[in-house]
T-cell receptor, first 112, second 113 residues
Framework: QKEVEQDPGPLSVPEGAIVSLNCTYSNSAFQYFMWYRQYSRKGPELLMYTYSSGNKEDGRFTAQVDKSSKYISLFIRDSQPSDSATYLCAMSGLVNTDKLIFGTGTRLQVFP | GAVVSQHPSWVICKSGTSVKIECRSLDFQATTMFWYRQFPKQSLMLMATSNEGSKATYEQGVEKDKFLINHASLTLSTLTVTSAHPEDSSFYIC?????????FGPGTRLTVT
């Protein structure tokens, strides 16, 4: 079993839809949870990070962490074609040198 | 957010030559930098963790004599691919950590002919 599981998709939605992206994990030592967006042939861009459980909102994006279920989510409201990309969840422990453990990424396609 | 740059953005080299890729954190100091490799339609594969002033820690299966990493300052890390071969052709991405947040560079596409 992988430490982090993420549905690779692809996920295809119409413009304006609410998108839900999810990851599950097995390592209870993870404390920081991040979502990255990666366009083709580009480096990942940090969208949001959350410490421990709870919700965090930034514009059209909401990140949720449920440590009891070892489940994290990213919601995108009013999705736009420009949101079409691969979304990677990532998580790490508390130590500064801790590696980020990535999910495989979910490809999202938002069509007009 | 913080900015990480990479240079060059793409490079073509001949088999047997060496290539150096630079990674810089432009507006913050990074005690830890990471180097990744990514194949098409696959997730990031961590190659090594680099701490300023000390030797890099390589992941299992990564040849440290082939992929030389130097972290000379809090804002600069370099990856040198020595004696490159066509199978080293890939997308190389660095990242720099500040606190819990890790920021990635734009990547370097290496093609070995």
């Amino acid at each position: 079993q992988k430490e982090v599981e993420q549905d690779p998709g692809p996920l295809s939605v119409p413009e304006g839809a609410i998108v839900s992206l999810n990851c599950t994990y097995s390592n209870s030592a993870f404390q920081y949870f991040m979502w990255y967006r990666q366009y083709s042939r580009k480096g990942p861009e940090l969208l949001m990070y959350t410490y421990s459980s709870g919700n965090k909102e930034d514009g059209r994006f909401t990140a949720q962490v449920d440590k009891s279920s070892k489940y994290i989510s990213l919601f995108i409201r009013d999705s736009q074609p420009s949101d079409s990309a691969t979304y990677l969840c990532a998580m790490s422990g508390l130590v500064n040198t801790d590696k980020l453990i990535f999910g495989t990424g979910t490809r999202l396609q938002v069509f007009p | 957010g913080a900015v990480v740059s990479q240079h060059p953005s793409w490079v073509i080299c001949k088999s047997g030559t060496s290539v150096k890729i630079e990674c810089r954190s432009l507006d913050f100091q990074a005690t830890t930098m990471f180097w990744y490799r990514q194949f098409p339609k696959q997730s990031l594969m961590l190659m090594a963790t680099s701490n300023e002033g000390s030797k890099a820690t390589y992941e299992q299966g990564v040849e440290k004599d082939k992929f030389l990493i130097n972290h000379a300052s809090l804002t600069l890390s370099t990856l040198t691919v020595t004696s490159a071969h066509p199978e080293d052709s890939s997308f190389y991405i660095c990242s720099a950590r500040t606190g819990p947040e890790q920021y990635f560079g734009p990547g370097t596409r290496l093609t070995v002919t």
